[in-house]
C-alpha cells in the first residue's frame, strides 16, 4: 500500500535539478531554516563554493530557486542576502498557516484511513522518544528532533488527499521553520511539547475535529507569542525591511528580528 505521505511530495517531485545543484539546495536550506545564518545576511558565492564543496553555478541555481521560494532575497547588482525575519510577518504567516493547517485536519480527520491512523500513531512514537535538544544549556533543536517533528505535522495532514493543500502547509512550514529555530534559544517558557504534540493527535485519531483544530491553533499560536513576546521585552528600535517587488516573496514590513538574540546552530 503507498504511504498516505507520498501525496505530500506529489508537486515537488515535478522538478528535477542536477545532483549538484540538488545538493547544494538541500544544504543551503537546511542552515537557512536552522538559522545557522543571520537574516538579512549576505551570502557571498565563493564562501558558499568552499563550504559545500560546489562549483558557482550550482550554487548561483540554488540561490535563485531559494530566492523563489522566499527564502532568499535576490538584489540586483549587488548578489543574495538571506531573507529577513519580522513581526509583521511572523503575525501573518502564523494565521495563515492556522487556516491551512485546520483545512488540512479536517480533511485527514474525514478521510483518513487506517494506514493514516497507524502513520500518527508512529509518528507520535518517534517523535516523543527523540531528544528535543542538542543543546539544552544554550536551547538548541537537535536535528534529529527538528525531522521527527517535521514528520508528525506532515503525516498529521497528509490523511487529506489534497495535493494543492499539502502543498501550501508545507510551504508555510518550512517559512514557520525558520522562527521555530528562534524560540529555542529565545524562551523563557519551558513547553510540554510531548503533551501538545500529544493531545492533537488523540484528537485527530477520535476524530474529533473542534478539539483537534483548537489545540492545533493554540500550538501554534504560542510558538509565535515566545518570539513576540521575547521581542517585545527587549525593546529594540524597529528597523523596516524593505517591500517585496512583484514575484520576489519575502518578508513585508515591519520590525525585523536581529540575529543577536540567536546562539546559531553547529
Known amino acids: ?16 535539478p542536477t545532483s549538484l545543484t540538488h545538493g547544494a539546495y538541500a544544504e543551503l536550506r537546511s542552515e537557512l531554516l536552522a538559522c545557522n ?11 558558499l563554493c ?6 558557482s ?15 532568499v532575497v535576490s538584489e540586483p547588482q549587488r548578489g543574495f542576502r538571506v531573507a ?24 485527514a480527520i474525514e478521510k483518513g484511513g487506517l494506514e493514516w491512523q497507524s502513520q500518527v500513531v508512529a509518528a507520535l512514537h518517534r517523535l516523543t522518544h527523540t531528544p528535543v535538544w542538542a543543546d539544552k544549556a544554550a536551547r538548541r533543536y537537535s536535528n534529529e528532533y527538528a525531522r521527527a517533528h517535521e514528520t508528525f ?32 534559544p529565545l524562551s523563557k517558557v519551558d513547553r510540554d511539547l510531548d503533551k501538545e504534540h500529544r493531545e492533537i493527535a488523540e484528537a485527530a485519531l477520535l ?13 501554534l499560536q504560542l510558538t509565535a507569542k515566545i518570539v513576540l513576546d521575547a521581542v517585545s521585552s527587549e525593546r529594540e528600535p524597529a528597523a523596516r525591511s524593505s517591500r517585496a517587488k512583484p514575484g520576489k516573496a ?15 546552530s553547529a
Do not use: Q
Open 1 to 16: 500500500m503507498t504511504p498516505v505521505i507520498s501525496s505530500a511530495m506529489a508537486i515537488s517531485t515535478m522538478e528535477s
Open 37 to 47: 545564518f543571520a537574516p538579512g545576511e549576505k551570502l557571498k558565492i565563493d564562501d
Open 50 to 55: 568552499r563550504r559545500f564543496a560546489v562549483g
Open 57 to 71: 553555478s550550482a550554487v548561483r541555481e540554488a540561490l535563485s530557486r531559494l530566492a523563489s521560494e522566499g527564502f
Open 84 to 107: 529577513p525575519l519580522s513581526v509583521d510577518a511572523l503575525r501573518d504567516l502564523t494565521d495563515v498557516r492556522c487556516s491551512i493547517e485546520a483545512l488540512c485536519l479536517r480533511g
Open 153 to 184: 505535522h506532515e503525516v498529521l495532514a497528509a490523511g487529506c488527499g489534497s495535493p494543492w493543500l499539502l502543498h501550501l502547509r508545507a510551504v508555510l512550514f518550512n517559512h514557520s521553520a525558520r522562527y521555530r529555530w528562534f524560540t529555542g
Open 207 to 219: 476524530r474529533d475535529s473542534e478539539r483537534a483544530v483548537a489545540l492545533m491553533n493554540a500550538h
Open 250 to 264: 519575502h518578508a513585508p514590513d515591519g520590525p525585523n528580528l536581529k540575529r543577536k538574540r540567536i546562539t546559531a
